[in-house]
């Protein structure tokens, strides 16, 4: 023994991330595997990956940074980043993020850690604010319903398309018109989806719309070189022959003009980027999309709808949940399963901090600064292609080349894709020095103008930029939360209070079955807000994009070793749209074979419901494969239906470990199968976080998959989005990944059109997955693996003694995941899986997912960022409320008078006066002792589903139905 002091060697040992990601310490990890049964974590893989699929050789993705070294190293590549003045517009514009908003939403895990609003009783705050960004949408488009976000512009614009194709009455039509002065990225993605659905695109000036036989039109408006014309005349001669008309529109020019529904428009649609969320190279932002309330049931993507709860108060919720894309499958409207929540909440808070009048002069400044860069070009006799405009001037130029280059030198961007032109979009944060300096590349430095002169002739002669027939008269933002909170105090206090209503991963752990809820570590979400990656236009030069294509090069590198494909595309900006862009890839394939007529798709019963959506969005038939009493995929039945099928074999989508939470033993077989018949394997990567470092999608034998980076790779879940779904592809395959029209991808498909609107998709939240790998580094990340599955074994072994745990395999352990079966307790107690996931709540637990992918039952993934400590936490509240439903079960409780069936209890219930249950008020709402130490309140009672669909709300409702009667 020896009390000497430690060395300066040994104080200065590395403080490694690893064990920051990883909850259980060494000790914990111990005392799990003890009570599992396994003497090791090696130990315990073995008994539960099957040997023949795993990895021979350890991943290359070097060896974990410390936070700070992974920072500064990072910080070095984003300053590869040129960052100019952005005037490129096409959909992304430079904007101010109040800082009450970057710091209290974008930086605050309270928001971006959330999960999806499945269980509103505890996301009320969230679904109030997407609620007002429907608001927005629907106040600004002039349109009755507005849905929760959707990705991009382009991809809601391929929406539109398909909603059109629904509900258009010219049944018989199969071509959709896009105009010409439409964004060339929203064009690019229609075609392709187009492609896929089989519809003819005909294109052409918007004024000869009616003339074609379609059964819907796209439009831009103002249109993308910056034109505000009149449409409503084309869109009434379209609808006089049935079509349906979609109108692509820029949300900030709606402030001021005539809404797209007051023109007649059936469908309006774009981004609401400007509204305070940075352009960060082409995304995450949300889309918005309006349309008629006839055509609720046909709209894409998520909506909020306003219900009332057991109080019969007002009470926000999904509404029409029963056609959430995921949940109809085959039958689903679109695949969109993760959208842009995060982002959609920043729009509406933008809006709620501005307020109407606060809007109107953004809105009016950009204007009067395109009138005064417009009178002063045209004085000195240059040629504007367009004499109306909001904020987007195209310029005829002799020397575009010129042009754009002097500019490039002065700091400047301009629009570079138009002939004979250059483009220029202004935005909030144009200043007069920015007039001053376009002036100054445009005409040469010896013009002599000056804003003020210029703003004196604008404001006493005024110009007619805006036809008088497309000024908006009618009002915006009247509601009253966006006029409310305009000073920061104000809009503090706002956002807290929405906040403190939302159970997130700040509070407890949540552990959803295949969403993988890990811990969003702050030091990888601190570069997403740095200028070097935010301030980024898409389409800049990628000479000025050096720090960017070095991080998207060196993550697709770690991520093709760790999935063992060749190729990767970072394009798709959900794991839906992964699979969409994979499903396309398959059948680019098989049409470059000559085998194009490959039209069917196997899918296990068992698979989640995006897969089919996403079969369906390629015009693949859907073929369901069953599963077996142990939860595999019926291998003699995948292999019948493959025979059945034949030479139409596309491919099969699998799921791997199975959604059942089991590494099937015969996975290599259903490969071979697939491939024998002449189809291709589709593994979908939501479940990766059982795969990495110990096995691998390409080394197990599949062709494609995609990657959730929002469940594996630590991009947090934002309130049900962003995330990103890039596709790793085997070789064969790497000639069909999306391309881009305005910017070619060196290591995409030659003449393969696009699925996002930008070409590296989401790209500003690449930095997290890239800071989460680099800081574990191949040790950290397969640890992270076997944690996760240690913590699912160990939830599985403690509950197994109150609750059968439906699936496990040959050596009775389970995978990263496992599903406990409430069915045999309904039966017997009348308690259901709905109560018992709300009746967590009290317990301040979010609920696991709930009958996915079997009815009855939950399905638990509790990572392996939760501590022992958490598990054990989450264990004792689900043993205590299996005692609290023996007491139904023997009639000791009622069976509506009792904490379940109540379950969630309110502060409303506590303090009722009137309180006459069986139970006291103590049990309700503080059921387990360490539920005092941090009580969650859910903030309102349950939420009555049926009463919401049937009247169905989607804009706020007034204040006065607040007041409680
Ligand atoms: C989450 C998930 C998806 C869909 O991913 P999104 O990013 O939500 O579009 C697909 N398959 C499985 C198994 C999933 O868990």
Redesign the pocket.
Known sequence: MSNTSPTLAQLEQKDTFIRRHIGPGKGEIEEMLSAIGASSLDDLIEQTVPAGIALPEPLKCGEGATEVEALNELKAVAQKNKINRSFIGMGYYDTHVPNVILRNVLENPGWYTAYTPYQPEIAQGRLEAILNFQQVTIDLTGLELASASLLDEGTAAAEAMGLAKRVSKNKKANAFFIANDVHPQTVDVVETRAEMFGFEIIKGEAEEAAEHDIFGALLQYPTSTGEVKDISDIIAAVQAKKGIVAVAADLMSLVMLKSPGELGADVALGSAQRFGVPMGYGGPHAAFFATRDSYKRSLPGRIIGVSKDTRGRPALRMALQTREQ?IRREKANS????AQVLLANMASFYAVYHGPQGLKTIAERIHRFADILATGLTQKGLALKHSTYFDTLTIMVDNKEAVLNKAYEQGLNLRADLEGAVGVSLDETTTREDIIALFDVLLGEEHGLTVEDLDASVTTQGVKSIPDTLVRTSDILTHEVFNKYHSETEMLRYIKSLENKDLALNHSMISLG??TMKLNATAEMIPVTWAEFGQLHPFAPLNQAEGYQKMIAELAEWLINVTGYDNLSMQPN??????YAGLLAIQRYHESRGEGHRNVCLIPSS??G??PASAQMVSLKVVVVACDANGNVDLDDLRKKAEEVGDNLSCAMI?YPS?HGVYEETVREMCDIVHQYGGQVYM?G??MNAQVGITSPGFIGSDVS?L?L??TFCIPHGGG?P?M?PIGVKSHLAPFLPNHTVVNIETAGKNCGAVSAAPWGSASILPISYMYIKMMGSAGLRKATEVAILNANYVAKQLEGHFPVLYKGNNGRVAHECIIDLRPLKEASGVTELDIAKRLNDYGFHAPTMSFPVAGTLMIEPTESEAKYELDRFINAMVSIRQEIAKVESGEWDATDNPLHNAPHTLADICDSDWNRSYDRMLAAYPAPEVHRNKFWPTVNRIDDVYGDRNLICSCPSIESYVEE
Do not use: F, R, V
């Open positions: 995921h695949n969109i399963c993760t295949s969403c959900s794991g839906a749209q992964g699979e698979a989640h995006t897969n799921t959604t979908d939501a479940n995609h959730n929002h469940k989005g995330g779904g």
